[in-house]
């Protein structure tokens, strides 16, 4: 029996259309002159592949979109930036992280043989083999690896996902579950929910527990960002997350905190952007949980539908018009438990 209110699948749609349209919106920002005089480096190269990785999966769900292009563009420019390989190797904690990445996210008809040099180093720097990777490091540069159609010597992703945080997390408590581990896992096993992600049907549902119960526990926290990602999780491992009790309020969550101009306007409602923030602290808070929503209901809309409908600024309800609502709101903490009290009434 669906679990879904009324006005649910509306209000994703007009979410999803949001969220699309602010990123379309500010993805030039990125790797302009502004952008990169006012942006500190490594986030802002960060922010550049989080951007190719939401183009590849826009391209696969709505090729059409006006919105794309900007997308693309900003992508194209980066990478052609002879200077660009250089700036994902400044902070050495994630430069083979960022480096891969960087070649396999490399834009259709990239002009530059960067790429392919930087999977050849990494080649024989031993990247691209187990060595001493975490279990999580190792999927993740498998999963990339592939996505480059490089030749690599990591096991095969069911031995991969045995050794995962997912795999081991049944009995452990929530607050001490890493989200984002949990959540990346699931994309890198299942392509971002574009393949099966080849569990046993028992495995699969121990993994969808784990999931719906990080996501009524997020929810209840107000944590924006974490939320977008379990409910692209939820999708991944085969659910509905507009049919999840707590898919749905997450869903609801984020609508209901989505700005006139369609930003997600922080990582949570603890880091939500203040009043009177200046755009470039606006745009370094709600950038992150802004993309993170428009990948998750790109894939789970699609998915669902086979259809989107174009990139716009969301519906705003009567009252919340744009003149008369700022587009940056004070910060108000919901109480736990009235999030909580959101997915007990899904159910």
């Given at each position: 029996m669906s679990t879904r209110s009324a006005g649910l699948d509306e209000a994703v749609t007009s979410l999803s259309a949001g969220v699309r349209h602010w990123i379309g919106q500010h993805a030039g920002y990125l790797d302009s002159p502004a952008g990169r005089a006012e942006l500190p480096v490594t986030p802002r190269v960060k922010a550049l592949l989080q951007l190719a990785l939401l183009g590849r999966y826009w391209g696969k769900a709505a090729p059409a979109d006006t919105a794309l292009d900007q997308v693309t563009g900003a992508v194209e420019r980066a990478w052609a930036r002879p200077d660009f390989p250089h700036l994902l190797t400044l902070d050495r904690r994630y430069a083979r992280q960022f480096e891969l990445m960087y070649a396999a996210l490399a834009p259709a008809g990239a002009v530059t043989d960067a790429p392919r040099s930087v999977l050849a180093r990494l080649a024989s720097d031993g990247y691209l083999a187990p060595r001493r990777k975490s279990p999580y490091l190792h999927l993740e540069a498998r999963f990339y690896a592939d996505l480059a159609g490089a030749e690599h010597r990591f096991a095969p992703y069911r031995e991969l996902y045995e050794a995962s945080l997912p795999a081991r997390a049944g009995a452990l408590p929530v607050a001490d579950l890493d989200v984002c581990v949990v959540t990346h896992t699931v994309f890198y096993l299942s392509d971002f929910g574009h393949r099966d992600p080849g569990l046993t049907e028992e495995a699969r549902r121990r993994a969808l527990h784990v999931v719906e119960?990080?996501?009524?526990?997020?929810?209840?926290?107000?944590?924006?960002?974490?939320?977008?990602?379990?409910?692209?999780?939820?999708?991944?491992?085969?659910?509905?997350?507009?049919?999840?009790?707590?898919?749905?309020?997450?869903?609801?969550?984020?609508?209901?905190?989505?700005?006139?101009?369609?930003?997600?306007?922080?990582r949570s409602v603890l880091r939500r952007a203040p009043a009177g923030a200046t755009p470039v602290d606006f745009f370094r808070k709600s950038y992150q949980a802004t993309l993170v929503t428009a990948l998750a209901t790109l894939i789970v809309t699609s998915g669902r539908t086979g259809a989107l409908p174009a990139a716009g600024a969301p519906a705003v309800p009567a009252g919340r018009a744009a003149g008369a609502v700022p587009a940056v709101r004070a910060a108000q903490p919901v109480p736990a438990g009235r999030a909580a009290r959101a997915v007990r009434e899904a159910r």
């Open positions: 119960r990080l996501t009524e526990h997020c929810v209840g926290l107000g944590e924006w960002d974490l939320v977008g990602k379990l409910v692209l999780a939820q999708y991944c491992l085969g659910a509905d997350p507009l049919d999840t009790p707590s898919g749905a309020a997450g869903l609801r969550m984020l609508a209901g905190v989505q700005t006139p101009g369609g930003a997600i306007p922080g």
